[in-house]
């Protein structure tokens, strides 16, 4: 088996990292990558990504949003996480038998103490039957990966503020997420290792892995990437991983209905959202403005579903012609 342990802490970067090195390199043997990044979103490569995130709260934490290749649902990382991938040959896996890509990390964390963690149901790692592990998988000529997460000391309450929907519900065709109960992992290893961080989390278990005592005595197992392949790596990252299109505009199509009262009456939007983008939008409600809202529906269609661009629309155009007594601002917040 060769290893890497990524240095980059932008998930979008780590993905294209993987991608690129199962696309085009061989070693003859299984690989073993390690990363953890700041704080992001992961969606499946099916989901509907509006759906799966709170839009609001994750601009206003800085938090980064991608799609990777593979299906699954939608999961938070930040600092607190390790996420590891073993890339094979696909005639030496099944595709879907994730335990026998996660059952060696299962075996590790018995050493270390967290003796009740255990494989579960489709694609999970339990202790004391709660969640701290997802896992999910890709094969492509002839190669495939299983890439899973390792909540080592996760901050669990923007776990559910950034992947929690609000109250205005979309109706999509996308796989939804399964909500599940949620832990860190840290409490339950032994008291050595109560203290521990990420990056020594992550030796430990190189360590237990390749059974050895010092990672000097694996040297030759590490893979570098070059100066050339990172070039290429960055025109992956930019090409998917960093690219608008390919994060929410491979959403499905859906629809959302977004109403709200105010003073001067109530403002109902229903939003068809095609390729990330509004494909139609109508305006209904008993608002008064002296001219016809269809001439402000269709400055919209057209437009990413994404909040910047639908404040330069609105800012753009003098919505009071259309509905008066609700400001700009408050329509942006409507629509978005």
């Known amino acids: 088996m060769r290893y890497i342990s990524m240095t980059s802490h932008n998930i979008g970067e780590n993905l294209a990292t993987e991608q690129y090195l199962m696309n085009n390199k061989d070693f ?23 759906e799966e995130i709170n839009q609001k709260y994750v601009d206003e934490h800085n938090i980064r949003v991608t799609r990777r290749l ?37 075996d590790a964390l018995h050493e ?18 709660k969640k701290f592990s997802g896992n999910a998988m890709y094969s492509r000529n002839g190669k495939t990966f299983s890439h899973g ?18 109250e205005d519900k979309i109706k999509s065709k996308g796989i939804k997420s399964v909500r599940s109960r949620v832990t860190n992992l840290k409490p339950y290893l032994a008291p050595e290792y109560q203290d521990i961080t990420v990056p020594e989390f992550r030796d430990t278990l190189l360590k ?18 070059t100066p050339e392949e990172q070039t290429k790596i960055d025109k992956i990252y930019e090409d998917t991983y960093n690219n608008w299109d390919a994060v929410y505009g491979n959403s499905p199509e859906f629809t959302v209905k977004k ?17 990330g983008k509004i494909s139609n939008i109508k305006f209904y409600g008993d608002f008064f403005g002296p001219g016809d809202v269809e001439e402000l529906a269709t400055a919209l269609n057209g437009k990413k579903y994404e909040r910047n661009e639908i404040k ?25």
């Open 28 to 50: 003859g043997e299984p690989l073993l990558l390690f990363y953890y990044e700041e704080p992001c979103i992961i969606v499946g490569r099916n989901q509907n990504t509006l």
């Open 149 to 166: 997460t390792l909540m080592l000391d996760v901050d669990l309450d923007v776990v559910g503020k950034a992947l929690n929907v609000p």
């Open 208 to 225: 237990k892995l390749f059974k050895v005592d010092s990672l000097d005595e694996i040297k030759d197992k590490e893979v570098v990437v």
């Open 259 to 275: 109403r709200q009262h105010f003073d001067m009456g109530t403002v109902d939007a229903r939003i068809k959202v095609d390729d």
């Open 112 to 129: 270390m103490g967290a003796t009740t963690a255990e494989v579960s149901g489709r694609n999970d790692i339990l202790v004391d039957g």
């Open 70 to 106: 593979s299906g699954g649902g939608a999961v938070y990382q930040d600092l607190g996480n390790l996420c590891f991938s073993f890339v094979v040959h696909s005639d030496s896996e099944e595709f879907g038998d994730f335990k026998s890509f996660t059952q060696p990390i299962v």
């Open 312 to 336: 330069n629309v609105i800012d753009s155009v003098d919505t009071a012609k259309y509905i008066v007594g609700v400001s700009k601002e408050e329509l942006v917040d409507l629509l978005v």
